[in-house]
């Protein structure tokens, strides 16, 4: 791994730095709300707003009035064919927290209550054409969901809750559509797989500011269990000015569900963490690194991911260890990380754009021109390559020692963490 300077944005919350390292290991969902997609001058940054306000610029005054009469139903329509046919989501427009939220690729599967395509756009570009896009109003989606019992067995996902603008089917545009959403949510068309994989996992809404009675209808169709409804958001409340937002506080509150503050405020602190861990969240992990079994070799810019990974394995009640940036470096930490590397069974490297990227420029980093060398010496372990969005195995091969090449590769995108596992356990009974 690439021991670089710790970052700069403070740390030592230690409320923050637990959540962070819950994300890492894959127990959180993400629900966004539309107020914390865009950068502030659109519309504040909410999303729908901005593409309200814009549809309603060449409105007349009269037509602007009719959008909560009679004619909302038309607006819906006109809007919907908009975005169908004439928006352009332009990723500069994008709020710079979310696009680094996002990008660490910590969140496997994400809700969102927005109508339109900012977000789809967004993990598009994360994540490729592995992603797959649900909408609570596709019929066909709704048994598509069929989760195994396990975070891996999940494919990048974004699931519409309330329906997607420019899909042709229906979707939330007035407080009528809501109603009906939530009738859809709480009847047979409920998806019910979905909700059953929610219950085994951890809720982070951010930016899902919504009227109290519609929240709390909301938060409960996501569970459906009284039981299961704890969580965390992020909503922006104004409990000393609104009435509803001191009514949602201590709903919230009585339900056992962390409120973590401005939305716009959480979501930045939470990406810096998140993309630039502080050394309280590599301390979770020391003591439970254990020699002997599988050794994961990475970039310290796709530590989410490896820490994925690494909950996956030893979960599994596999060994494993992986460089726990341990930033005081010297001889003791080559040491360490020299004997685990001679010990292990099986030598993960981890290959990413960013490997791509520290090849193509010559850039010295610790996990290719320490670690990969080292493992040359080990003659009786496995190599196993685990590629992430962005290095592809057959067309990305220049430069990467043939020990690295094994015939034997697991792609993290595609296979997840199932494929990860069947690959260990079968070089396991090889060796």
Known sequence: MGRIANNNHGGGDRVLTDLCCDIYQGEYVLVIGGDVILKPQYAGGNSQEYIIQDYFSNETLDERTKYLGRSAREHKIRIRDIL??????????????????????????????????????????????????????????????????????????????????????????SENDAIKAISRWLSNYAPLDMIEYLKSKKILAIGCKFDDWYFRFFWYCLRQDFEHLSGDVAISLQADKSESDRNLAEYLAKINVGDKGNSKKFIHELSLQLSDPDNSVYSKYRNRLMTGGVFISYASEDFPIVCQIYSILSRSGIKVWFDDKELSGGDRYDVRISNAISECRIFIPVLSGQTKYDIANGVWRYYKDVEWPAIEDNKTCSILPVTLSGFDIRSDREGIPDTILSETSVSWTKDGGDGILDAINRLMRRS
Do not use: H, Q
């Open 84 to 173: 169908r046919n004439e928006w352009r989501y332009d990723a500069d427009e994008l709020s710079e927290d979310l696009v680094s939220l996002l990008s660490t690729k910590c969140f496997r599967v994400v809700i969102t209550t927005t109508f339109d395509g900012y977000l789809e756009t967004l993990m598009r570009s994360i994540f490729g054409n592995s992603l797959r896009v649900m909408n609570l109003y596709d019929t066909k989606d709704i048994k598509a969901f069929c989760p195994e019992s396990e975070y891996n067995s999940i494919p990048p996902t974004l699931y519409y809750a309330f329906g997607k603008a420019d899909s042709g089917y229906d979707y939330v545009f």
